[in-house]
């Protein structure tokens, strides 16, 4: 019995460990992508427009 539960946490921290480098892999890639796309929208002219209308 105490063979069995070694192994299944040896099992349980490695998947964790799988787990972790995807997700690290998957959340930095991506963030680099919004980083960019953030960066290069610009606001239509109908929307400046609006925006001073609102101010004024």
Known sequence: ML???IVCFA????Q???LHLVDA???NS???ARQTA???VTP???EK??????QS
């Open 30 to 32: 991506p963030q680099d």
């Open 3 to 5: 063979k069995g539960l």
């Open 11 to 14: 099992v349980l921290f490695a």
């Open 44 to 46: 239509h002219k109908d």
């Open 38 to 40: 953030l960066t290069t």
């Open 25 to 27: 892999r998957l959340y």
């Open 16 to 18: 964790l460990a799988v």
């Open 49 to 54: 427009e609006d925006e001073e209308e609102a």
